[in-house]
């Protein structure tokens, strides 16, 4: 049988190794002091920008790595199984550009991506409101044509990397009278310069602490006419199309965090002692780690063929990207709150890092889609046949 069926090149192992060894000699030592005192993880930010994984999936024409979609979930898992907050670097500036890299013009393209590449800015990604989350559809920003000009109002919020982002991409009702809702929605690039755009309080959050979540305000927001992302009205469909790219980047994510949780458990269960020896020792904390570890395994392979289908454009990446955001984040929910438990009373207090990935992984379950909205995606996917 051929020995290259179904397998990672050398390419994405030899990525594997790099990332692992910069997260554990440059992230790792950060992420509690990052949770713990809420603070941006800057030290992964230069050390990422340093080694090209910041927004490794940018194209070679733009001055990026041209990174495949496989290999930069391998980048976000990586990072993820040392800190979350650190791994919503490369995920986000992949969210943020996605739907200028599918639907900008070139000259939007050369303008934005270039800058992202070498780390000289970030780039976040604004389509929640208030009171349009899953229904997205539902949304009051609205931006208006002023001669050679657009001009937005309105307010998003759940901003990952708020503050820190440079690039912000917009979406806005464009048209309010438009046939179907989701038809008048247009997207746009905002750049934290432009007049009338400004940044609200970091929210008070229950995990990924080292990334801010903050609101974002247009008011009279003025930006040139050429920012918009493809055509008027095209805005929700291309923020569909992103999801499928980006869906398995928080699969990833998830995976990361998952992992790290297992490794730090092993590491734990095989010195703790207990009735004269290890706990690891005990059947039952033995079938917990497989359990973990199977599970584990599982989303992993879901998620690389969620990205390979995504670089591939296959009919059914909308599933298959849903499933594998879906699975990986029950996965990583589960698994940490295992790893917890393994850890006894310890894995309850932040001396250890298993209690911060447990707060962590609960996101993956939230953003980028409820899984709520993934089944049904993936119900109406099944339905249409």
């Given at each position: 049988m051929n020995a290259g069926v179904y397998q990672l090149s050398e390419e994405h192992d030899a990525v594997r190794e790099a990332v692992r060894a910069l997260s554990e000699k440059e992230i790792a030592p950060y992420a509690a002091d990052c949770d713990e005192n809420e603070r941006y993880p800057s030290e992964a930010r230069d050390a990422l920008i340093r080694s090209g994984f910041n927004a490794p999936h940018i194209g070679e024409r733009y001055d990026g790595q041209g990174a495949d979609a496989i290999t930069t979930c391998i980048v976000i898992e990586e990072v993820a199984r040392v800190c979350a907050s650190s791994s919503?670097?490369?995920?986000v500036n992949k969210l943020g550009s996605m739907p200028i890299i599918l639907s900008g013009s070139e000259e939007l393209k050369k303008q934005v991506l270039p800058s992202l590449a070498s780390g000289q800015t970030s780039i976040s990604y604004a389509l929640s409101e208030r009171e349009a989350g899953s229904d997205t559809a539902a949304m009051k920003t609205r931006a208006r044509q002023d001669g050679d000009t657009w001009?937005?109002?309105?307010?998003?919020?759940?901003?990952?990397?708020a503050g820190e982002s440079s690039w912000y991409t917009v979406m806005a009702v464009t048209?309010?009278?438009?046939?179907?809702?989701?038809?008048?929605?247009?997207?746009?690039?905002?750049?934290?310069?432009?007049?009338?755009?400004?940044?609200g309080p970091k929210e008070?959050?229950?995990?990924?602490?080292?990334?801010?979540?903050?609101?974002?305000y247009f008011e009279n927001c003025v930006i040139p006419g050429d920012r918009i992302?493809?055509?008027?009205g095209t805005g929700l469909k291309t923020a569909l199309r992103t999801l499928d790219h980006t869906r398995p980047t928080i699969g990833a994510q998830a995976v990361g965090i998952a992992q790290g949780s297992?490794?730090?458990?092993?590491?734990y269960v095989k010195e703790r002692k207990q009735f004269g020896k290890a706990i690891a020792d005990f059947q039952g904390v033995q079938f917990m780690l497989a359990e973990m570890a199977m599970k584990i395994e599982a989303a992993r392979h879901m998620v690389y063929v969620a990205a390979a289908k995504a670089e591939r454009g296959d009919a059914d990446t909308g599933f298959v990207a849903a499933a594998a955001k879906c699975f990986a984040s029950d996965?990583?929910?589960a698994v940490t709150t295992d790893a917890v438990q393994l850890f006894g009373g310890a894995g309850y207090t932040r001396d250890f890092p298993v209690e911060r990935m447990m707060r962590d992984a609960k996101i993956t379950q939230i953003y980028e889609g409820t899984n709520q909205i993934q089944r049904q995606v993936m119900a109406r996917s099944l339905l249409k046949g």
């Amino acid at each position: 049988m051929n020995a290259g069926v179904y397998q990672l090149s050398e390419e994405h192992d030899a990525v594997r190794e790099a990332v692992r060894a910069l997260s554990e000699k440059e992230i790792a030592p950060y992420a509690a002091d990052c949770d713990e005192n809420e603070r941006y993880p800057s030290e992964a930010r230069d050390a990422l920008i340093r080694s090209g994984f910041n927004a490794p999936h940018i194209g070679e024409r733009y001055d990026g790595q041209g990174a495949d979609a496989i290999t930069t979930c391998i980048v976000i898992e990586e990072v993820a199984r040392v800190c979350a907050s650190s791994s919503l670097i490369p995920a986000v500036n992949k969210l943020g550009s996605m739907p200028i890299i599918l639907s900008g013009s070139e000259e939007l393209k050369k303008q934005v991506l270039p800058s992202l590449a070498s780390g000289q800015t970030s780039i976040s990604y604004a389509l929640s409101e208030r009171e349009a989350g899953s229904d997205t559809a539902a949304m009051k920003t609205r931006a208006r044509q002023d001669g050679d000009t657009w001009v937005l109002n309105g307010t998003k919020c759940w901003i990952t990397n708020a503050g820190e982002s440079s690039w912000y991409t917009v979406m806005a009702v464009t048209n309010p009278d438009a046939a179907k809702p989701s038809q008048g929605i247009s997207a746009f690039v905002v750049h934290a310069d432009d007049p009338g755009f400004s940044v609200g309080p970091k929210e008070r959050k229950h995990g990924i602490k080292g990334s801010p979540t903050r609101e974002i305000y247009f008011e009279n927001c003025v930006i040139p006419g050429d920012r918009i992302i493809g055509d008027p009205g095209t805005g929700l469909k291309t923020a569909l199309r992103t999801l499928d790219h980006t869906r398995p980047t928080i699969g990833a994510q998830a995976v990361g965090i998952a992992q790290g949780s297992l490794d730090a458990t092993i590491t734990y269960v095989k010195e703790r002692k207990q009735f004269g020896k290890a706990i690891a020792d005990f059947q039952g904390v033995q079938f917990m780690l497989a359990e973990m570890a199977m599970k584990i395994e599982a989303a992993r392979h879901m998620v690389y063929v969620a990205a390979a289908k995504a670089e591939r454009g296959d009919a059914d990446t909308g599933f298959v990207a849903a499933a594998a955001k879906c699975f990986a984040s029950d996965v990583a929910m589960a698994v940490t709150t295992d790893a917890v438990q393994l850890f006894g009373g310890a894995g309850y207090t932040r001396d250890f890092p298993v209690e911060r990935m447990m707060r962590d992984a609960k996101i993956t379950q939230i953003y980028e889609g409820t899984n709520q909205i993934q089944r049904q995606v993936m119900a109406r996917s099944l339905l249409k046949g």
